[in-house]
């Protein structure tokens, strides 16, 4: 799993800022810890499905396919300690 800044994001797309070189084609999880909890309490974290459809030195593009809200035991206390992203490569 690798980690990276989100950049951008839409209900099709993300940009995403990461130290990982990424290929055009690849199929990309993307977890991102929400700072919004639900009901005021509980924490979510967006997992989304895509694959990257343009990638340069230190960013990519993803087309997303598929996304969901999960609940999460993870608790950012505040922004500035919000560093909850994830990406890790599918196979296939």
């Given at each position: 799993?690798?980690?990276?800044r989100?950049?951008?994001?839409?209900?099709?797309?993300?940009?995403?800022?990461?130290?990982?070189q990424?290929s055009?084609?690849e199929?990309?999880?993307?977890?991102?810890?929400?700072?919004?909890?639900?009901?005021?309490?509980?924490?979510?974290?967006?997992?989304?499905?895509?694959?990257?459809?343009?990638?340069?030195?230190?960013?990519?593009?993803?087309?997303?396919?598929?996304?969901?809200?999960?609940?999460?035991?993870?608790?950012?206390?505040?922004?500035?300690?919000?560093?909850?992203?994830?990406?890790?490569?599918?196979?296939?």
């Open positions: 799993v690798a980690t990276g989100t950049v951008n994001l839409s209900s099709s797309g993300a940009l995403v800022a990461s130290q990982r990424m055009v084609g199929r990309i999880e993307l977890f991102v810890d929400w700072l919004v909890r639900r009901n005021g309490t509980t924490p979510l974290q967006l997992v989304a499905l895509g694959n990257v459809v343009r990638a340069d030195a230190g960013v990519f593009a993803l087309s997303l396919k598929r996304y969901e809200f999960r609940t999460t035991k993870k608790q950012p206390q505040s922004a500035s300690d919000y560093e909850g992203h994830g990406v890790r490569r599918l196979g296939g």
